[in-house]
């Protein structure tokens, strides 16, 4: 039994475990699927390069309020985040250990200030104090940034890569997608995808069903 055959009976959590990030949308909302949607949230929207990931959350604890369409948050008796929340953490995170400058760019209650930033991920056990999440024995997996990346995901940084002769963000993010997605799944996702479209050949490639398609090449 070859490598392939062996692996191919391993299984996973179908979460993404590692991946270059660029932030391009942050924002304060809430998601339904996060605590029935009643605890604001922290939303990096942004794309990576590596996986079909389009946001990151992080939630900030109660007592917080989205404000000015998700502009920001407002808490009734704190002006900065809880050192234990998600929010709290990513915090420490950047400024404490990945030494970025996060004041310069403006409060921490205001989403803007995340913009343009990129970070490697990867995903962590996090443990939280008694009495919360105990359902899940107070422990959550959550992806979190180990590295700071130096260029933004942008136009010009997509061309310089394919100057170098390296796959440029699109071509890498159709490849991860192939490698996860049916074809029709793939196929539909990747047409919403401006730089497919915009793209005759590639848009092709990406609509062949047959062997020499993007997905079976790449699947």
Known sequence: MTTKEKSSWDTDSGLVDECDFFITEPYWGYRDEYQSGEVPLLILGGESPDEDIESI??????????????????HSKRVRFVKTSLVGRLIDRVCKELKVNMAE?????????WK???????REEITFGSGILEASGGKVNHLMPVAVLEKPAEKKAEKALVAEGKPDLTEKKL???AKKLDREEFQKRAM?????????????????DSDAGYWAKHH
């Not at 992080?58 to 948050?73: D, I, L, N, S, Y």
């Not at 343009?116 to 990867?122: I, K, N, S, T, V």
């Not at 919403?192 to 062949?208: F, K, R, T, Y």
């Open 57 to 74: 959350i992080f939630p900030c604890g109660a007592g917080w309020e989205v404000m000015e369409q998700g502009r920001k948050v407002q």
């Open 105 to 113: 760019r403006g409060l921490a209650t205001d989403a803007s200030v």
């Open 116 to 122: 343009g930033l990129g970070f490697h991920f990867r």
């Open 175 to 177: 490849a991860a997608m």
């Open 192 to 208: 919403d995808m401006e730089d497919v479209v915009a793209n005759d050949d590639l848009m092709g490639q990406v609509l062949d």
